[in-house]
């Protein structure tokens, strides 16, 4: 083995920097894999005639294009360091958020938050929150204006200023 590296690894270096773009680390690799897989098949290589050469160049253009189309069929790795700087949204501020804002509704009237709940957390509009409370428009809009002014009133208590 030391002496086909002897003979062998300087120009298959060589030739293997010209196949990875002079990546000199890859290429080293390479050179490494392909004496170890001659070192794995020197029975083979043994019995053959004349130079292992042509055989040694064969196989690491093989790793090289098998590297190759690993990479291809993978999607690049990236350092996450950079998301690791990146802030996190705080998931408690926003339970003790949903927490108080669910205290002040519960202080609310039952027709008020119905009212409330039909309008502005499912969405609806004045009359499509009148026909699934079965109430009519304006009266939708006057709860909707009082149960806004008792949860700003609720939430204020609370401690709650925006």
Request: aromatic letters at 4%.
């Amino acid at each position: 083995m030391r002496a086909l590296y002897d003979e062998h690894a300087g120009p298959l270096l060589a030739f293997v920097l010209r196949l990875v773009a002079g990546d000199r680390h890859r290429a080293e690799d390479v050179v490494q894999e392909t004496l170890l897989r001659a070192w794995r098949n020197s029975d083979q290589l043994q019995r053959a005639t004349g130079s292992v050469r042509p055989w040694l160049v064969t196989v690491a253009r093989r790793i090289v294009i098998d590297g190759h189309r690993s990479r291809q069929a993978r999607p690049r790795e990236v350092d996450p360091a950079p998301l690791e700087a990146l802030p996190a949204a705080d998931e408690i501020d926003r339970a003790l958020r949903m927490m108080t804002i669910s205290e002040a509704m519960a202080d609310l009237t039952a027709p008020h938050r119905e009212a409330l709940i039909e309008t502005y957390f499912k969405g609806r509009t004045v009359n499509e929150a009148a026909e699934v409370l079965r109430i009519p428009p304006g009266t939708v809009r006057s709860r909707v204006y009082y149960a806004l002014r008792s949860l700003k009133l609720s939430l204020e208590e609370r401690g709650v200023t925006s």
